[in-house]
């Protein structure tokens, strides 16, 4: 049913709560998992303005904080993938640079037979509307099935957590 289950992750335990459901998916449909860790190079307001708050910000300034990001980011996700070799599933990773929620929808388009899997962060009322949901707004975007795991114990009260980092 499923080719591959793309797992966005910003590098929070939270976001990583996605990854026991998506590699049991993963098994179950012989899907391979694509992790995906998305960062917008514009999200600093005062880089986009052009002001830091020592005053202006060189051009390089952009171009070595972005790839000081990719590089994190790759960094991040070789973990997350090295960590999931153990659970007997295809896994790859993708670092996604650009405005978060139109990066990922475009992802989870070109994946074949996709399903998005991911956590939400729980927030409600003002929070949601001042903070945002990158879920929420993913939810509007996609066109392929996605699966948001609650941010909460499961039903015999315990929190699923993400897998042991490799750090080599």
Not at 44 to 70: D, F, H
Request: glycine content about 8%.
């Amino acid at each position: 049913m499923f080719k591959t289950i793309m797992v966005p992750l910003d590098g929070s335990p939270l976001a990583e709560h996605a990854l026991p459901q998506a590699v049991e998916l993963a098994r179950k449909f012989g899907a391979e998992l694509v992790l995906v860790r998305a960062f917008d190079p514009l999200s600093n307001a005062s880089l986009v303005y052009g002001v830091g708050a020592a005053g202006p910000v060189a051009p390089y300034a952009l171009e070595e904080t972005t790839k000081a990001r990719k590089d994190e980011a790759e960094k991040y996700l070789e973990g997350m993938v090295a960590a999931l070799r153990s659970e007997e599933v295809s896994v790859t990773s993708r670092v996604l640079e650009g405005p978060i929620v139109e990066e990922l929808a475009s992802a989870s388009h070109e994946l074949p037979s996709a399903l998005v899997v991911l956590t939400s962060r729980g927030r409600s009322g003002l929070k949601r509307v001042v903070l945002g949901s990158v879920t929420d707004a993913l939810l509007r975007r996609v066109e392929v099935p996605v699966l948001v795991v609650p941010n909460r114990p499961d039903q015999n009260g315990r929190q699923t957590g993400p897998p042991e980092r490799s750090n080599g």
